[in-house]
């Protein structure tokens, strides 16, 4: 009898102590819930630095009052859509269950919209040059200004706002500011060149 | 009750002031709720195109140095270093 219940008893010990190791300790789970919440808290303030840099924009191009109809346009439906959008992932990101699922919505954050490193230079480079553009029409007016300059400058914007406004955003960051980075140099260069004939 | 009476007349006093003041802010223009992004309407602007020979048309009163102000603040704003990495 006493063998059998001393049987009985280790049988029951292991038993215990094999369903305590096969079941998540409560500790882990809930460590696991808070390091998601910390990780989804994360994204979505990055999220919120893009929303707020997009507002920001569309106060500068609404500022911009040399920006070409067609380009406005353009950058009016890029920010508003951009803004939609995020919002959106916003909403996503809050309700994900899983930290792979918050990395990607992190991922999307940044590849799908790239909103510092194009859609901030779009804005402002497409301001400047537009801007330069209605610089050099009024130094046509201007005898003792150099036309053949003029006109090199000119050509050196020609197409470059309309160049930098097709540009796309994806996963390549590198390649996205190299193709930013002529735009933004001949922008500079004219501005440097216009100052000169000003003053000359 | 004399002492009642002295207490409804100070609170009627304070009412009757209170009463004579202006409305506050009547047409002063309505300020953004949440801090959402403001959906933007799409500008109409006259004049404008991109091609090499033809100059876009600017208010007259813009003079060059006004303008070239203008750039230099549009490339201020692209050289700001950005607020997280993109």
Same mark, same amino acid.
């Given at each position: ?200 | 009750?004399? +002492? ?5 007349? %100070?609170? /009627?006093?304070?009412?009757?002031? @209170?009463? =004579? ?23 109409? +602007? ?5 091609? %090499?020979? /033809?100059?876009?048309?600017?208010? @007259?009163? =813009? ?24």
């Amino acid at each position: 009898m006493n063998r059998v219940l001393k049987a009985c008893a280790v049988t029951t010990a292991v038993l215990g102590a094999v369903l305590a190791a096969s079941a998540p300790p409560a500790s882990a789970a809930i460590a696991n819930g808070k390091a998601l919440d910390v990780a989804k808290q994360a994204v979505v303030a990055r999220v919120d630095l893009r929303l707020a840099a997009l507002t920001r924009f569309g106060t500068e191009l609404a500022g911009a009052k040399q920006v070409q109809a067609g380009h406005r346009s353009t950058l009016t439906t890029l920010i508003n859509d951009q803004t939609t959008e995020l919002k959106a992932l916003r909403i996503k990101v809050g309700g994900e269950t899983t930290g792979a699922a918050v990395k990607a919505d992190a991922k999307t954050m940044v590849d799908d919209f790239r909103v510092f490193i194009l859609t901030g230079p779009k804005v402002h480079l497409t301001a400047a040059i537009d801007t330069e553009l209605v610089v050099v029409g009024k130094l046509r007016t201007h005898k003792d200004v150099s036309q053949r300059k003029l006109d090199a400058i000119q050509s050196s914007l020609s197409g470059k706002a309309d160049s930098l406004l097709n540009i796309k955003p994806g996963p390549d960051g590198d390649a996205i500011r190299a193709q930013v980075k002529p735009i933004r140099d001949a922008a500079k260069s004219a501005r440097q060149q216009l100052k000169s004939l000003k003053t000359a | 009750m004399r +002492r009642t009476f002295a207490v409804a007349l %100070a609170v /009627g006093v304070l009412l009757l002031g @209170g009463c =004579d003041r202006q409305p506050a802010q009547s047409s002063g223009p309505p300020a953004a709720t949440d801090g959402t992004a403001p959906t933007i309407g799409k500008s109409t +602007r006259a004049g404008g195109t991109t091609s %090499a020979g /033809g100059q876009p048309t600017a208010n @007259g009163a =813009d003079d060059v140095d006004s303008l070239l102000s203008d750039v230099d603040k549009h490339l201020n704003s692209d050289s700001q270093p950005t607020k997280d990495a993109d």
